[in-house]
């Protein structure tokens, strides 16, 4: 059974939220390891990004995995940054908070280089080659 996000609780203060389901703990090992590697799929997605060169027939399965690998980081940089949000929205003085904010900040446009670079490879794909990618299994309904 997959754990909820968020579960709340009432008291004599209102709600009180549990942040669990993200991470047992702010800073702790689970949150310190999910961060290390996303920040290391990150730099390999750059990389991989950077060498997908033009989309061309010969180029799709390349260009699959860096869309499939982009659309995971930035769903995993979500969930960390949804995380980091809710105990700043709480506890807006947090200095912790806040140097996580702007490190999620750094990371998020880090991850938008992959998007330049693949829309680079784009710019002279043709109309054939675009319509193959977007018939690979992995991407189906990624045609937006």
């Keep these: 059974m997959k754990k909820k996000a968020a579960d709340t609780k009432s008291s004599g203060r209102g709600v009180v939220w549990s942040l669990e389901g993200f991470f047992p703990s702010f800073d702790g090992p689970e949150m310190r390891q999910f961060k290390q590697r996303l920040e290391r799929d990150i ?12 989309l061309r027939a010969e180029a799709l399965p390349r260009w699959e995995r860096v869309i499939l ?19 700043s929205a709480a506890d807006a ?15 998020a446009a880090e991850l938008e280089k992959v998007e330049v ?5 784009l710019r002279d794909a043709s109309e054939e080659d675009f319509t193959a990618l977007l018939a690979r299994e992995g991407l189906a309904g ?3």
């Design 93 to 107: 003085a947090n200095e912790a908070y806040q140097g996580e904010e702007a490190l999620l900040r750094r990371q």
């Design 43 to 54: 730099a390999e997605l750059q990389e991989a990004a950077a060498q997908a060169g033009a």
């Design 142 to 144: 990624a045609e937006h």
């Design 69 to 87: 690998a982009m659309e995971d980081a930035g769903a995993r940089l979500g969930h960390l940054g949804a995380y980091v949000e809710c105990l």
């Design 117 to 121: 670079d693949l829309l680079q490879g």
